[in-house]
């Protein structure tokens, strides 16, 4: 398949083996998209051997340890793509931060670290990425932004969490309008509770009962409907949050 033949993409929060960042780097590869992925504190030799992976699969790939909550993250990421690889044309923001709170414990300093991370720089990744795509005078443009169902429902014990990345679907409506008579269509997606190896099994017992389609989420259930969402076949969808969690019941 070569259905994103041509097409670069930015993955950003590609840590480590089991998560739907790499899921979804394997998946856009597959479809023939080069790819400049991003982590943070990731261990070296994977980086590496990943980066391998993907050239594998016949796309260019590069990569960048970056640290999302510094003011300028945004910028220096997208200077190193443009240098290393030329004008993204696909942007998907995965990365987030996340520490558990809950009333008693949330402080100034918890609040700043989530919303560094999860709100301010993807909202300006995502505006880098439109100012350069007109720059660029290019045809085909997708944000897809990863978010957590928020809106579905309570977290109790995330409220940083979970108002960090409630905002997030907020944003790609608003600015779906905006960048649609551009030729960008901006997307999110809510992948549910996924088993990307932080579960325990006793917290894997409590929540298989609750899918209704009989097993808990992969990552590489995220990752088909991004790519979806990335290819040519998707762009009469935008301003949307596509909640992809296999009928998962919260009560």
């Not at 009333?103 to 990425?129: G, I, P, Q």
């Amino acid at each position: 398949m070569s259905k994103l033949k041509g097409q670069i993409a930015i993955v950003t929060g590609v840590s480590h083996e089991l998560g739907i960042g790499a899921a979804i780097c394997r998946k856009l590869a597959t479809g023939g998209a080069d790819l400049f992925f991003t982590h943070w504190r990731a261990a070296r030799d994977w980086t590496t051997r990943f980066q391998e992976e993907m050239r594998g699969l016949g796309v260019t790939c590069k990569h960048k340890e970056i640290d999302l909550a510094k003011s300028n993250a945004a910028c220096e990421m997208m200077d190193s793509v443009l240098d290393e690889l030329g004008c993204p044309t696909i942007l998907v923001n995965n990365a987030a931060h996340s520490e558990r709170d809950g009333y008693k414990s949330l402080t100034a300093k918890c609040l700043d670290e989530h919303y560094a991370v999860n709100m301010r720089s993807t909202f300006l990744l995502c505006c880098e990425f439109a100012r350069h795509f007109e720059l660029n005078d290019k045809s085909f443009g997708r944000i897809i932004n990863i978010t957590s169902g928020q809106g579905l429902g309570p977290m109790p014990g995330e409220l940083a969490y979970a108002a960090t990345k409630g905002a997030i679907s907020a944003f790609t409506i608003t600015l779906s309008a905006e960048l649609a008579p551009k030729g960008i269509t901006v997307n999110a997606v809510n992948p549910g509770p996924t088993d990307t190896g932080w579960m325990t099994e006793d917290l894997k017992a409590e929540l298989a009962g609750k899918f209704l389609m009989g097993r808990i989420g992969h990552p590489e259930d995220a990752a088909q409907i991004v790519a979806f969402l990335a290819s040519k076949e998707a762009e009469w969808i935008t301003g949307q949050v596509i909640h992809s969690e296999g009928g998962f019941l919260r009560n």
